[in-house]
């Protein structure tokens, strides 16, 4: 399958800064993106689709300045959590559609970045 | 999209088949089903999909009843690293992201 990669794999900052968190679609390229959150215990929750050179979508609930979403190119989107507080420390899961497949249309996730705010 | 339901849990033996059963009785006519899998503390990791024939893979089988209400997945010899949760997604291919249930946790016991 296709390969999605994240980095950081794991984040531990101060309360009030901002972290950016990448993802990379390594062999593929992906003009649809997604990010996802998960606490623990929980299951994956969609935050917001990311288009290539246009805006992201956010989902309902989802602050569209406190995640700032980036997807400058076909292989990489970004997510800025800004003025992080502690009740944003989860587990942030990117995801990549792989069109290449005629008639599918499959989802390869990333690794995941765990955020950790003090 | 369709709603699924599946179990919260199950065991399997390992070295034997695991099977896992999900429900999607208001799938419609363009759905596909989808399974994921999610090993502790990793991204989910894609298994399989399909729309109305059985499907078979390195990973795993697929089957889809003729009426498509349901499917079950079946890893035809669990080992101790299938032990994950698995999900089971219904959606139009194409169109929209992956919305993702409570999946069923299965734990392959030695």
């Known amino acids: 399958g296709a390969v999605v990669s994240q980095h950081p794999s794991r984040v531990i900052c101060k309360s009030g800064t901002s972290v950016k968190i990448e993802c990379r679609s390594l062999?593929?390229?992906?003009?649809?993106m997604f990010w996802y959150r998960q606490f623990p215990k929980k299951s994956l929750m969609l935050m917001a689709t990311?288009?290539?050179?246009?805006?992201?979508?956010?989902e309902q609930g989802v602050e569209k300045d406190k995640f700032l979403i980036n997807h400058a190119s076909l292989t990489l989107s970004t997510l800025t959590v800004t003025s992080a507080h502690p009740e944003d420390s989860s587990f942030y899961i990117c995801?990549?559609?792989?069109?290449?497949?005629?008639?599918?249309?499959?989802?390869?996730f990333g690794p995941g970045t765990r955020l950790t705010v003090l | 999209d369709a709603k699924t339901t599946q179990p919260t849990s199950m065991d399997c033996a390992e070295g034997r088949a695991a099977n896992l059963p999900c429900n999607h009785s208001?799938?419609?006519?363009?759905?596909?089903v989808y399974w994921y899998r999610q090993i502790h503390s990793q991204g989910p990791q894609y298994i399989i999909h399909?729309?109305?024939n059985n499907e078979t893979n390195e990973m795993a089988s697929l089957i889809i009843t003729e009426d498509r209400k349901s499917s079950t997945l079946i890893l035809p010899h669990a080992t101790l690293r299938d032990t994950a949760v698995y999900y089971c997604?219904?959606?139009?291919?194409?169109?929209?992201?992956?919305?993702f249930g409570k999946g069923t946790r299965l734990s392959v016991i030695a």
């Open positions: 995801s990549a559609r792989d069109r290449r497949l005629a008639g599918t249309d499959t989802q390869y």
């Open positions: 062999d593929f390229q992906a003009t649809t």
């Open positions: 990311s288009n290539e050179g246009s805006k992201a979508t956010y």
């Open positions: 208001t799938i419609s006519g363009n759905e596909y």
């Open positions: 399909g729309l109305k």
């Open positions: 997604i219904v959606r139009v291919a194409r169109n929209t992201p992956l919305v």
